[in-house]
């Protein structure tokens, strides 16, 4: 993370987003159904 004046900055978008959805997957399992359920609703 690159922290500017009150911001925070990944330095690499992908590997935090894969990093914050397998977060997600291991918390919240229940939002994976969810997420899939209504996008192909």
């Known amino acids: 993370m690159m922290c ?3 911001v925070s900055v990944p330095t ?3 590997h935090f987003i ?6 997600l997957a291991q918390t919240e399992p ?4 969810d997420f899939l359920t ?3 609703v």
Do not use: V
Request: charged share 15%; no cysteine; aromatic share 16%.
């Open 4 to 6: 500017l004046i009150d």
């Open 18 to 23: 894969i990093a914050i959805s397998e977060q």
């Open 30 to 33: 229940q939002l994976t159904f």
């Open 12 to 14: 690499s978008a992908s």
């Open 38 to 40: 209504e996008f192909f």
